[in-house]
């Protein structure tokens, strides 16, 4: 008999409960909360607000979060969308007269509505139990007292120390206490989130005779009150960003007053015994479902999940997804997106048809439904590169490395990131969910509540006539990207990953090889893992890189080999630095029990899984 294959933590399994998150904290707070007769939505709420104290550098209070969920008493997938929308002042025509080509990365300009805090409390009103005080409590207590810095964090603020003393002064009084860069080694504090937070439930509680009344009126507070009045007194003020000027935001109280967290259908495709479930083409969750549709038209029967053809058929299914995002995605309730053309079984066959035993080295949007692609302007990037001050920021969010800290430029960039739990009760309720934006390098805190407010409209357009153009009142075509499944027809999984634009490869290979190749769920995740880079990026300043392959060094010389061999352009990463992905499942054990399983990432040392 051969032995197990080695993983770099158990696969948990318990029957009680599990929980999965980008943080050990969020991960241990959501356990708590089950443990204290709390189910998977209240879980998922605490765990929510908890990783916006501990991951600051990925997400914060003034960010937007997507979820998914199964609720067992109205059995269904259902998504809450939590991405905010763009100001009525918000318009290409506004943009093009500053001079820009694209809307910046990085200060006030390119907000949206901040989204999460109404996304969560939403489905702690409908589907949870606590009281808004209580899931609020672990988050208030690591801000007023004290919460362990992560690397990354300290890293974060040092990239952007100048930034924060010359010019975003609201920053430097929360993020260099005493004048300085935190050290390690000590606890951090922000206790003015505490106190925004500690202020809403006083309020809340003032107002409300019930629960669900009193999450009313604390997103009542938040949409239409101090907290509203707050963003829009800072956002009034000029303030610098990538564009080497001081320019004032957008974003106003009204905008906030005009938006809600809404229920959708999620978008879905059958692969075998599954169906998967992503969000709605507002969001690039319908990247995954276009690339298992074209995954069933292809030879992945019996491929070993490192050998050269399974990466090499995937990293080209990717391309063709992502280029018809370009294309074809966009707010659904501003554009016509053919969708169903999109997912439909023949034009997924049609597109995989594509797809040849040497690398493509063009973008090829596809025509659903006989429509014709139009891509933006895609040397946009150069021109807002040339003019730029990429002092501030620059790229996609995702981990990329930084050098050792005394090899540090003074130019040294921070990117920011974002966040995933996923959470099972012992009912079979499930929740996934990816909360981003806001990260402290985004933009300036607001005084008097501590925190900054999401960048995210940077990936929209100025082309006119696009899916994903500027539109005043539409949301920006997220990168973010919680999954669910179904097995045999029953609920299954939860899953999802930070990583921006590759959120939806790595989590494609991750489930082909739990799918196809047999793998367990952390076998699944430790695997040698890849991305690709063929498309114009999601974030400022938009670059557009094609036929890129990056790959962690432990996948087999004779993989990589192979796919220079069929023409990609191979970059080696580092052993352990693609994907970040949480994963929880459930499965029915016999006597009505369930068998509840979940894994977690290694890469960075600090995701988690527990369970029992």
């Given at each position: 008999?051969?032995?197990p294959?080695?993983t770099t933590?158990p696969?948990?399994?318990?029957?009680?409960?599990?929980?999965?998150?980008t943080?050990?904290?969020?991960?241990?707070?959501?356990m708590s909360v089950?443990e204290?007769?709390?189910?998977?939505?209240?879980?998922?709420?605490?765990?929510g607000?908890?990783?916006?104290?501990v991951e600051p550098?990925?997400n914060?209070?003034g960010?937007?979060?997507p979820i998914?969920f199964?609720?067992?008493?109205d059995p269904?997938?259902?998504s809450?969308?939590?991405?905010?929308?763009?100001p009525?002042?918000?318009t290409?025509?506004y943009?093009?007269?500053?001079?820009?080509?694209?809307?910046p990365?990085?200060?006030l300009?390119?907000?949206?509505v901040?989204?999460?805090?109404?996304?969560w409390?939403?489905?702690?009103?409908?589907?949870?139990?606590?009281?808004?005080?209580?899931?609020?409590?672990p988050?208030?207590d690591?801000a007023?007292n004290?919460f362990p810095l992560v690397?990354?964090i300290v890293q974060a603020?040092y990239?952007?120390?100048?930034?924060?003393r010359?010019?975003?002064?609201?920053s430097?009084?929360?993020?260099?206490?005493?004048?300085?860069v935190?050290?390690?080694?000590?606890?951090m504090?922000?206790?003015a989130i505490?106190?925004?937070?500690t202020?809403i439930?006083?309020e809340a509680?003032?107002?409300?005779?019930?629960?669900?009344?009193?999450?009313?009126a604390?997103?009542?507070?938040?949409y239409?009150?101090f907290?509203?009045e707050a963003?829009d007194?800072?956002?009034?003020?000029?303030?610098?960003?990538c564009t080497?000027?001081?320019?004032?935001g957008?974003?106003?109280?009204?905008?906030?007053?005009?938006?809600q967290?809404t229920?959708?259908e999620?978008?879905?495709?059958?692969?075998?015994r599954y169906?998967?479930?992503k969000c709605g083409?507002w969001?690039q969750?319908?990247?995954f479902?276009?690339q298992?549709?074209?995954?069933?038209?292809l030879?992945?029967?019996?491929?070993?999940a490192?050998s050269p053809a399974f990466v090499h058929?995937?990293a080209?299914v990717?391309?063709?997804a992502?280029?018809?995002?370009?294309?074809?995605y966009?707010d659904p309730r501003c554009?016509?997106?053919?969708?169903a053309d999109?997912l439909s079984d023949?034009?997924?066959?049609?597109?995989?048809?594509?797809i040849?035993d040497q690398?493509?080295r063009?973008?090829i949007?596809?025509?659903p439904?006989?429509?014709?692609?139009?891509?933006?302007?895609?040397d946009a990037?150069?021109r807002?590169?040339a003019q730029?001050d990429?002092?501030?920021?620059v790229?996609e969010p995702?981990?990329a490395q930084?050098?050792?800290v005394?090899?540090?430029?003074?130019?040294e960039?921070f990117v920011?990131d974002?966040?995933h739990?996923?959470v099972?009760?012992k009912d079979?309720?499930?929740v996934?969910a990816t909360?981003?934006?806001?990260?402290?390098?985004?933009?300036p805190?607001?005084?008097?509540l501590?925190?900054s407010?999401?960048?995210?409209?940077q990936?929209?357009w100025?082309?006119?006539g696009l899916?994903?153009q500027l539109?005043?009142g539409?949301?920006p075509c997220?990168t973010?990207?919680?999954g669910?499944?179904?097995?045999?027809g029953q609920p299954?999984m939860a899953f999802?990953?930070?990583?921006g634009?590759?959120?939806?490869q790595w989590t494609v290979a991750?489930?082909?090889?739990h799918?196809l190749?047999?793998?367990?769920?952390?076998?699944a995740?430790d695997?040698?893992a890849?991305h690709?880079?063929?498309f114009?990026g999601s974030f400022?300043p938009?670059t557009?890189t094609?036929?890129r392959?990056?790959v962690e060094?432990?996948m087999?010389?004779?993989t990589?080999?192979?796919?220079?061999a069929?023409?990609?352009?191979?970059k080696v990463?580092?052993?352990?630095?693609?994907?970040?992905i949480?994963v929880?499942?459930?499965e029915?054990?016999g006597?009505?029990a369930r068998?509840?399983r979940?894994g977690?990432?290694p890469?960075g040392?600090?995701?988690?899984?527990?369970?029992?």
């Amino acid at each position: 008999m051969s032995s197990p294959s080695f993983t770099t933590r158990p696969e948990i399994r318990g029957t009680f409960g599990v929980a999965s998150s980008t943080h050990w904290l969020a991960t241990q707070v959501a356990m708590s909360v089950l443990e204290r007769g709390g189910n998977a939505f209240d879980a998922a709420v605490a765990g929510g607000f908890t990783l916006q104290i501990v991951e600051p550098h990925l997400n914060g209070p003034g960010g937007e979060v997507p979820i998914l969920f199964w609720n067992e008493n109205d059995p269904r997938i259902q998504s809450i969308c939590g991405q905010g929308t763009a100001p009525q002042l918000a318009t290409p025509a506004y943009f093009r007269n500053m001079g820009v080509d694209l809307v910046p990365g990085v200060g006030l300009l390119p907000a949206t509505v901040p989204g999460a805090f109404g996304a969560w409390l939403t489905m702690l009103r409908d589907h949870g139990t606590w009281e808004l005080a209580d899931v609020l409590r672990p988050a208030i207590d690591y801000a007023r007292n004290g919460f362990p810095l992560v690397p990354r964090i300290v890293q974060a603020i040092y990239s952007v120390q100048d930034l924060f003393r010359q010019e975003w002064h609201s920053s430097a009084d929360v993020w260099l206490p005493d004048g300085k860069v935190p050290h390690p080694e000590r606890l951090m504090r922000t206790p003015a989130i505490a106190d925004t937070y500690t202020r809403i439930v006083s309020e809340a509680n003032n107002k409300g005779s019930d629960r669900r009344a009193r999450i009313d009126a604390a997103l009542e507070i938040w949409y239409r009150g101090f907290v509203a009045e707050a963003i829009d007194a800072a956002y009034r003020t000029p303030m610098r960003d990538c564009t080497g000027e001081r320019n004032a935001g957008l974003l106003r109280r009204e905008d906030m007053a005009d938006w809600q967290a809404t229920y959708e259908e999620p978008a879905m495709v059958d692969f075998g015994r599954y169906t998967v479930a992503k969000c709605g083409v507002w969001s690039q969750g319908p990247v995954f479902l276009q690339q298992l549709a074209m995954a069933r038209h292809l030879p992945l029967e019996g491929l070993a999940a490192d050998s050269p053809a399974f990466v090499h058929a995937i990293a080209e299914v990717a391309k063709l997804a992502f280029a018809d995002r370009l294309a074809w995605y966009g707010d659904p309730r501003c554009n016509d997106v053919p969708l169903a053309d999109l997912l439909s079984d023949d034009y997924a066959r049609a597109r995989a048809a594509l797809i040849r035993d040497q690398a493509s080295r063009e973008l090829i949007p596809g025509s659903p439904g006989g429509r014709t692609p139009r891509l933006p302007d895609l040397d946009a990037a150069r021109r807002a590169l040339a003019q730029a001050d990429t002092r501030f920021g620059v790229g996609e969010p995702t981990f990329a490395q930084l050098p050792p800290v005394d090899q540090w430029l003074e130019r040294e960039l921070f990117v920011g990131d974002t966040c995933h739990i996923d959470v099972i009760d012992k009912d079979g309720n499930m929740v996934a969910a990816t909360p981003s934006g806001g990260w402290l390098s985004s933009s300036p805190v607001v005084r008097g509540l501590g925190f900054s407010i999401t960048t995210r409209l940077q990936m929209t357009w100025l082309d006119e006539g696009l899916p994903g153009q500027l539109q005043a009142g539409a949301r920006p075509c997220t990168t973010l990207s919680p999954g669910m499944a179904l097995r045999d027809g029953q609920p299954y999984m939860a899953f999802g990953t930070p990583g921006g634009d590759q959120q939806d490869q790595w989590t494609v290979a991750f489930f082909l090889r739990h799918a196809l190749c047999g793998m367990n769920l952390q076998e699944a995740i430790d695997a040698p893992a890849w991305h690709i880079d063929h498309f114009p990026g999601s974030f400022w300043p938009r670059t557009t890189t094609l036929n890129r392959i990056t790959v962690e060094s432990r996948m087999p010389e004779r993989t990589l080999d192979a796919l220079r061999a069929a023409g990609h352009e191979v970059k080696v990463g580092a052993p352990w630095s693609e994907g970040r992905i949480s994963v929880c499942t459930r499965e029915p054990a016999g006597n009505g029990a369930r068998l509840l399983r979940a894994g977690a990432n290694p890469r960075g040392m600090q995701s988690y899984a527990a369970g029992r």
